[in-house]
């Protein structure tokens, strides 16, 4: 399926969990557009002493990595000190638009299909132009809905940061600062806004600017809602991320409800004009809401999927 074009560089940051870095840029490099692609690892530094040791191995790795081929180049930037997935994102990326004007994004945790590279270049060329659209995610969490779904995509107002991609004149449109704060959380229209892509994200905001967690992610979508665009998101998600074990820097717990499985057809995505679908919609904003009944719906599908596992029968219910 490789074909001669041009594609988009790749980024992928990594920090202190070789197997999973070992997955992830293996996944990659078994990508059709692989031997196309220029790969850029961004590897962070160690956050204290007892990481010193797994952060050493990470690097040592992608310094091997980066010597066995399979793209058209590879590129390592090692840190020395810790400079925080956030800021590791954000400086990186930013540095990659400005040269290329477009870029994919993966972190070290994340299975691609082999043709994820394929889906991501398509919609970043289909969409480029389309100012309704403001990144392209290659996840895509196993919403009921789309068992019964007929096209190849379909759009939400959240941005995902499971693998990801974006253009330089969306991302110019983000100011990590965030000095329109105050006057957000003044106007209850642009609060409700933010919270169509899930109640969660103004508490996440507030954190933000509070300084309880330092998140890129949560800034990239509130730009999102500013600019009132959507992101495009595959019917069969292209990515399936491997970290929701605890063992990540910023998860700490498994959240099986957004475990999916990874595409293996690999006809050419179509894809198609920007439209909501309610029920899609709903579905999604409903996995991540903060409320009591979000938080009892992911409590019961935990459950259920435990049990399952543990047992091996099926239990009905409402998914």
Same mark, same amino acid.
């Given at each position: 399926?490789?074909?001669?074009?041009?594609?988009?560089?790749?980024?992928?940051?990594?920090?202190?969990?070789?197997?999973?870095?070992?997955?992830?840029?293996?996944?990659?490099?078994?990508?059709?557009?692989?031997?196309?692609?220029?790969?850029?690892?961004?590897?962070?530094?160690?956050?204290? %002493?007892?990481?010193?040791?797994?952060? #050493?191995? +990470?690097?040592?790795?992608? !310094? *091997?990595? /980066?010597?066995?081929? =399979?793209?058209?180049?590879?590129?390592?930037?090692?840190?020395?000190?810790?400079?925080?997935?956030?800021?590791?994102?954000?400086?990186?990326?930013?540095?990659?638009?400005?040269?290329?004007?477009?870029?994919?994004?993966?972190?070290?945790?994340?299975?691609?299909?082999?043709?994820?590279?394929?889906?991501?270049?398509?919609?970043?060329?289909?969409?480029?132009?389309?100012?309704?659209?403001?990144?392209?995610?290659?996840?895509?969490?196993?919403?009921?809905?789309?068992?019964?779904?007929?096209?190849?995509?379909?759009?939400?107002?959240?941005?995902?940061?499971?693998?990801?991609?974006?253009?330089?004149?969306?991302?110019?449109?983000?100011?990590?600062?965030?000095?329109?704060? %105050?006057?957000?959380?003044?106007?209850? #229209?642009? +609060?409700?806004?933010?919270? !169509? *892509?899930? /109640?969660?994200?103004? =508490?996440?905001?507030?954190?933000?600017?509070?300084?309880?967690?330092?998140?890129?992610?949560?800034?990239?979508?509130?730009?999102?809602?500013?600019?009132?665009?959507?992101?495009?998101?595959?019917?069969?998600?292209?990515?399936?991320?491997?970290?929701?074990?605890?063992?990540?820097?910023?998860?700490?717990?498994?959240?099986?409800?957004?475990?999916?499985?990874?595409?293996?057809?690999?006809?050419?995505?179509?894809?198609?004009?920007?439209?909501?679908?309610?029920?899609?919609?709903?579905?999604?904003?409903?996995?991540?809401?903060?409320?009591?009944?979000?938080?009892?719906?992911?409590?019961?599908?935990?459950?259920?999927?435990?049990?399952?596992?543990?047992?091996?029968?099926?239990?009905?219910?409402?998914?």
């Amino acid at each position: 399926m490789a074909e001669d074009r041009s594609c988009a560089p790749v980024a992928v940051f990594v920090y202190k969990r070789k197997d999973y870095a070992e997955k992830t840029l293996s996944a990659l490099r078994n990508n059709f557009l692989a031997e196309q692609t220029d790969l850029y690892i961004f590897s962070d530094g160690p956050k204290s %002493e007892k990481d010193r040791q797994a952060v #050493a191995e +990470v690097q040592d790795f992608v !310094r *091997g990595f /980066s010597a066995q081929g =399979g793209f058209r180049s590879v590129h390592v930037n090692l840190a020395s000190d810790n400079r925080g997935l956030a800021f590791s994102i954000i400086g990186g990326v930013t540095g990659l638009l400005d040269q290329f004007g477009r870029i994919i994004v993966a972190e070290d945790d994340l299975l691609t299909s082999r043709d994820y590279l394929t889906y991501m270049n398509d919609a970043l060329d289909f969409y480029a132009a389309d100012a309704r659209i403001w990144s392209v995610s290659g996840y895509t969490p196993p919403l009921k809905g789309l068992s019964t779904w007929k096209q190849d995509v379909y759009f939400f107002y959240r941005a995902s940061s499971w693998g990801w991609a974006t253009w330089k004149d969306r991302w110019d449109l983000v100011d990590w600062e965030m000095q329109d704060y %105050e006057s957000f959380v003044k106007d209850p #229209a642009l +609060v409700a806004r933010l919270a !169509r *892509g899930g /109640s969660d994200m103004p =508490g996440m905001l507030k954190q933000q600017m509070e300084g309880e967690i330092d998140s890129w992610a949560i800034r990239w979508c509130y730009a999102q809602s500013r600019a009132d665009m959507l992101t495009v998101y595959p019917r069969i998600s292209r990515v399936r991320n491997m970290g929701n074990d605890g063992s990540g820097t910023h998860t700490d717990a498994v959240a099986s409800e957004f475990d999916t499985r990874l595409n293996e057809q690999y006809d050419a995505c179509v894809f198609q004009e920007p439209a909501l679908h309610n029920r899609l919609s709903g579905e999604f904003r409903l996995l991540y809401d903060a409320g009591v009944r979000g938080k009892l719906n992911r409590r019961c599908k935990r459950l259920k999927n435990h049990l399952q596992a543990k047992t091996g029968k099926a239990f009905p219910g409402k998914q």
